[in-house]
C-alpha cells in the first residue's frame, strides 16, 4: 500500500510563490507518471500538471508558464513549484501516481491546502 504525504502549502499573497513536495512511501513501483491535482472549495478535483516516466510534462491551461513539476529521483520526491500565485489558485493540492489511461493508482493523502490572499 503506498501512502502519499504532500507538505509545503500555506498562505501566500498573489504574486507570490511556493514549492509543494511529495513523497510517496510504501510498495512502491514506477507508475507511468506521477502528477499534481487540486481541489478549490465546491469544486471537483482537477488535474493541475503531470510528468511521465520519460520526462513529458503537462499542464492545465491555467497554471501554464507559471506552474513547473520535477522530480527527485534520489529521494523518491515530485515537486510542484508555483510561481505568480492568484487567489484562484487557493486549493488543497494533492498527488497521486498515474496509469497509462489516466487512472489514478493509490489512496489520496491529506493533500496540503494552498491559500492566495491579500
Known amino acids: 500500500q503506498v501512502q502519499l504525504a504532500e507538505a509545503g502549502g500555506g498562505l501566500v499573497q498573489p504574486g507570490g510563490s511556493l514549492r509543494l513536495s511529495c513523497a510517496p512511501s510504501?510498495?512502491?513501483?514506477?507508475?507511468?507518471?506521477m502528477a499534481w491535482y487540486r481541489q478549490a472549495p465546491g469544486k471537483e478535483r482537477e488535474l493541475v500538471a503531470r510528468l511521465s516516466r520519460s520526462g513529458i510534462t503537462n499542464y492545465a491551461d491555467s497554471v501554464k508558464g507559471r506552474f513547473t513539476i520535477s522530480r527527485d529521483n534520489a529521494k523518491n520526491t515530485v515537486y510542484l513549484q508555483m510561481n505568480s500565485l492568484k487567489p484562484e489558485d487557493t486549493a488543497i493540492y494533492y498527488c497521486n501516481g498515474r496509469a497509462f489511461s489516466g487512472t489514478v493508482l493509490w489512496s489520496w493523502g491529506q493533500g496540503t491546502q494552498v491559500t492566495v490572499s491579500s
Open positions: 510504501g510498495s512502491i513501483f514506477n507508475p507511468h507518471s
